[in-house]
């Protein structure tokens, strides 16, 4: 499905699979599926569906989009093992990496060749990292992850930090990650594999648990 972004179909079809499932408003659904019920929340579910419907009537086949989404429902209805996402992110509402497990995270990538151009680890790459633990263990948008630790800073280093979240996820987008993104890339996904049969079963993130402890 051509011609529009894929994060308003993704989106949009995210939020229909919830009203054929449980009925209700789109509002209802972004709010089941954690969407936040801020003004910009509400206008990424509102905006994207309203576009993707706009999209979809210009379409040879104006009611594609709609099949594709019952089509999905049926699949997923027959399905014997599902991962439930909201359990996911009801664990990690408003997490972090902790300290700990960062400084070994942090310990495990190598010291560049060059001192001079030694990576920043600190407290403002702990919270990108953590973005990318949260979207990839929830498959939720980068945007809507929790960043307690951006929280706590001053109004001008919450933007510049912001920014940098989003460059760093564009650079995975993009394929333009550098080495030492790369680097941290390997050791989050060691950590997201660790974590995520503990959150499915116990339905909490350990604090102090790391694969490398």
């Not at 599926?33 to 990424?44: I, N, Y």
Request: with cysteine; hydrophobic share 40%.
């Amino acid at each position: 499905m051509d011609g529009i972004a894929v994060s308003a179909i993704r989106r949009t079809a995210a939020l229909r699979l919830c009203q054929i499932a449980v009925g209700g408003s789109l509002h209802n659904a972004a709010s089941m599926l954690d969407f936040p019920l801020t003004a910009e929340g509400k206008h990424r579910a509102a905006d994207g569906a309203k576009r993707v419907h706009q999209w979809a009537r210009q379409r040879p086949d104006p009611g594609e989009f709609e099949e594709a989404v019952h089509s999905l429902a049926d699949y997923l209805d027959q399905c014997d093992s599902l991962i439930d996402y909201r359990r996911r992110r009801n664990a990690l509402r408003n997490w972090c990496i902790p300290e700990n497990v960062w400084r070994e995270i942090a310990s495990r990538i190598p010291e560049p060749e060059n001192a001079g151009h030694r990576p920043e680890l600190g407290e403002r790459k702990r919270q990108t990292a953590s973005i990318v633990v949260w979207a990839r263990l929830s498959e939720g948008e980068h945007v809507f992850a929790p960043h307690p630790i951006r929280n706590r800073q001053d109004p001008k280093n919450r933007n510049a930090w912001r920014l940098s979240d989003y460059a760093f996820w564009a650079r995975i987008q993009q394929g333009t990650t550098r080495q030492v993104d790369d680097q941290l890339l390997a050791l989050l996904d060691q950590y997201i594999a660790h974590l995520a049969p503990i959150i499915d079963l116990e339905g909490e993130v350990p604090k102090e648990s790391s694969p490398w402890s």
